[in-house]
């Protein structure tokens, strides 16, 4: 069955630097695009970014440029997101998200269980 | 900018009733909509994608419509399992960013 495993809840404080990961199985895993959004408390939903799993292309809001690399590791079937010069406002949960490539209209079906971080002196 | 609002922001319900939750995007995004449930502690969970599809699973109670900039979900009846946040989501073609809206929270009258 199709799963998308985040990495565990993480502390860090103001100025460090937080990677998330993000195991995927039961399918292909260049077959499918990734998003990464985020949810701080009481807030909604923000796009952080995507990648083209197969190809290494990456798209990054530009509320986050400068800040966030997502990368991926095919033969470990995992994606990554990199979060650097953390401020107490990017305590959150960071979700990631798989999307078919030519009909992505069909939705993001699938997301891992989210990874609470916390930034905090 | 690209908004997506959301109304009522909290729809007070009983079981059994219908439920009428409202999105309107500030620009057309022709039929590019989805609907995503999500409840406390869980990751959202696709419901609805191009306006108007169920994706697999999804019960029948659960409709979609809308085009443009005007969407509504509808859940036909409300059951125990249905109160949680609701929001509708477009995906733009290129590049590939996603704008949620702020979310209706169907509640427990």
């Known amino acids: 069955q199709v799963q998308l495993v985040q990495s565990g809840a993480e502390v860090r404080k103001p100025g460090a630097s937080v990677k998330i990961s993000c195991k995927a199985s039961?399918?292909?895993?260049?077959?499918?695009?990734l998003h990464w959004v985020r949810q701080a408390p009481g807030q909604k939903i923000e796009w952080m970014g995507w990648?083209?799993?197969?190809?290494?292309?990456?798209k990054y809001s530009r509320n986050f440029q400068g800040r966030v690399t997502i990368t991926r590791d095919t033969s470990a079937t995992t994606g990554y997101m990199d979060l650097s010069g953390l401020k107490s406002e990017d305590t959150a949960v960071y979700y990631c998200?798989?999307?078919?490539?030519?009909?992505?209209?069909?939705?993001?079906?699938?997301w891992g269980q989210g990874t609470s971080v916390t930034v905090s002196s | 900018e690209f908004v997506l609002t959301q109304s009522p922001a909290t729809l007070s319900l009983s079981p059994g009733e219908r439920a009428t939750l409202s999105c309107r995007a500030s620009q057309s995004v022709t039929s590019y909509l989805a609907w995503y449930q999500q409840k406390p502690g869980q990751a959202p969970r696709l419901l609805i994608y191009?306006?108007?599809n169920r994706t697999a699973g999804i019960p029948a109670r659960f409709s979609g419509s809308g085009s443009g900039t005007d969407f509504t979900l509808t859940i036909s009846s409300l059951e125990p399992e249905d109160f949680a946040v609701y929001y509708c989501?477009?995906?733009?073609?290129?590049?590939?960013?996603?704008?949620f809206g702020p979310g209706t929270k169907v509640d427990i009258k």
């Open positions: 039961g399918y292909t895993f260049i077959s499918y695009g």
């Open positions: 191009d306006a108007s």
């Open positions: 990648i083209n799993t197969g190809t290494g292309d990456t």
């Open positions: 998200a798989r999307e078919p490539y030519y009909d992505f209209w069909r939705g993001q079906d699938y």
């Open positions: 989501q477009h995906r733009n073609n290129w590049p590939p960013r996603l704008t």
